[in-house]
């Protein structure tokens, strides 16, 4: 435990700490220290978000690597209003975040939020995103068991970038409120093409047209589609277009000569 004991108070050991990384501690159970930065790696007796004591609502930034047993994040709320950036990346055991019966975080500062390679989350619960009204980065990649996840972006008004890479199971009908994105600039998605191209034309790209904010858009994984969806010529903000896997397509449609701002 990083901090003391003196009389009957707990106190911080480093009440000045503000950048703490923890690698390689296999017996770790909880997160105890109080500071700004928190990075966790290969911990691999950490198996959830446990009671962090002194302090807790300090950490501005949490970023969790490669902990193999880590299962769960319910308790997102330990870190109160101070939480900005959280980010998981290889934890492989992980099912699910911010999920807890019918309680779910208040990540009211919550700005940046990126999971990546975790094979065995399969729910991110869309609760965990009402109260996230200042989220500007959301990122969700190489995630191939995630089946519950869904996002109203009139929930994120703050929401400038968006990725949704390779979670082939996820349904395009789960994202939707794009006409209420009015601040989003970069949006990067295969997923949920991957697996179905007739689902394409359930995604909500009525809505993308009204994104006027738009700046870059990146499209991956319709590898037998024979067209490009149509919405995509009154995208006229667009300066960035990428189109990646689109096998099918033999010849790019005239509109594309409409997107003046290329």
Same mark, same amino acid.
């Given at each position: 435990?990083?901090?003391?004991?003196?009389?009957?108070?707990?106190?911080?050991?480093?009440?000045?700490?503000?950048?703490?990384?923890i690698?390689?501690?296999?017996?770790?159970?909880a997160?105890?220290?109080?500071?700004?930065?928190?990075?966790?790696?290969?911990?691999?007796?950490?198996t959830?978000?446990?009671?962090?004591?002194?302090?807790?609502?300090?950490?501005?930034?949490?970023?969790?690597?490669s902990?193999d047993?880590?299962?769960?994040?319910?308790?997102?709320?330990?870190?109160?209003? *101070? $939480? +900005?950036? /959280?980010?998981?990346e290889? =934890? %492989?055991? !992980?099912? #699910?975040?911010?999920?807890?019966? &019918?309680?779910? @975080?208040?990540?009211?500062?919550?700005?940046e939020?990126?999971?990546?390679?975790?094979?065995?989350?399969?729910?991110?619960?869309?609760?965990?995103?009402?109260?996230?009204? *200042? $989220? +500007?980065? /959301?990122?969700?990649?190489? =995630? %191939?068991? !995630?089946? #519950?996840?869904?996002?109203?972006? &009139?929930?994120? @008004?703050?929401l400038?970038?968006?990725?949704?890479?390779?979670?082939?199971?996820?349904?395009?009908?789960?994202?939707?409120?794009?006409?209420?994105?009015?601040?989003?600039?970069? $949006?990067?998605?295969?997923?949920?093409?991957?697996?179905?191209?007739?689902?394409?034309?359930?995604?909500d790209?009525s809505?993308?047209?009204?994104?006027?904010?738009?700046?870059?858009?990146?499209?991956?994984?319709?590898?037998?589609?024979?067209?490009?969806?149509?919405?995509?010529?009154?995208?006229?903000?667009?300066?960035?277009?990428?189109?990646?896997?689109?096998g099918?397509?033999?010849?790019?449609p005239?509109?594309?000569?409409?997107?003046?701002?290329?």
């Amino acid at each position: 435990q990083v901090r003391s004991t003196v009389g009957e108070a707990e106190a911080d050991v480093f009440p000045m700490l503000r950048n703490f990384r923890i690698q390689r501690c296999p017996q770790l159970t909880a997160l105890p220290c109080s500071c700004k930065r928190l990075y966790v790696e290969n911990c691999d007796n950490l198996t959830s978000i446990k009671k962090m004591g002194y302090g807790a609502a300090s950490v501005e930034d949490l970023w969790i690597d490669s902990c193999d047993n880590l299962r769960e994040l319910p308790d997102l709320d330990l870190f109160g209003s *101070s $939480l +900005r950036r /959280l980010t998981i990346e290889r =934890c %492989p055991r !992980l099912i #699910s975040l911010g999920v807890n019966g &019918q309680k779910c @975080p208040l990540l009211l500062c919550l700005e940046e939020l990126r999971i990546d390679e975790c094979e065995g989350l399969t729910t991110i619960s869309d609760k965990m995103f009402e109260s996230c009204r *200042s $989220l +500007r980065s /959301l990122s969700v990649e190489c =995630c %191939p068991n !995630l089946v #519950s996840f869904s996002l109203n972006l &009139q929930e994120t @008004p703050s929401l400038e970038e968006f990725g949704l890479v390779d979670c082939p199971k996820l349904i395009p009908h789960s994202f939707k409120g794009f006409a209420f994105a009015t601040s989003l600039r970069k $949006l990067s998605i295969n997923s949920p093409f991957s697996s179905d191209d007739s689902s394409v034309d359930d995604f909500d790209w009525s809505g993308l047209r009204s994104a006027s904010t738009l700046r870059e858009l990146r499209l991956r994984g319709l590898p037998h589609t024979e067209s490009l969806p149509h919405q995509l010529q009154y995208l006229a903000t667009l300066t960035s277009l990428r189109l990646e896997n689109f096998g099918g397509i033999e010849v790019l449609p005239d509109w594309i000569g409409n997107l003046v701002s290329l």
